[in-house]
């Protein structure tokens, strides 16, 4: 959270190839990445289960990202003339 703050990246807004940072306030736990945004937002998060329930788990799962656990997302540090509004790579 701290490092995303310090360098102007911190939002509360969800995009494509962010980090979502989960936890409580002051205390950041679990770290996903946003993969979807509609219909649904989706990240990819690892030490999962299959199941949903572990957070010691050995998967890496898609994911529906929990609003209610959010504390907010740590936008990509992005050279603007390689990716499109929708996150795609463009071969110069």
């Known amino acids: 959270m701290t490092w ?10 969800p995009e494509i ?4 940072v989960y936890g409580v306030p002051g205390d950041a736990s679990h770290i996903g990445v946003v ?3 509609t219909p649904l937002l989706l ?13 010691t788990g050995v998967a890496v799962d898609l994911k529906r990202v ?7 997302y740590v936008r990509p540090i992005r050279d603007e003339g390689l990716v499109d509004e929708w996150g795609a790579y463009d071969e110069p």
């Open 17 to 20: 190839g962010a980090a979502v």
């Open 43 to 55: 990240s990819v998060e690892g030490n999962t289960s299959l199941e949903g329930g572990s957070r």
């Open 66 to 72: 929990r609003i209610g656990r959010v504390l907010g």
């Open 35 to 37: 993969v979807r945004t």
């Open 4 to 13: 995303g703050e310090e360098i102007g990246h911190w939002s509360a807004m």
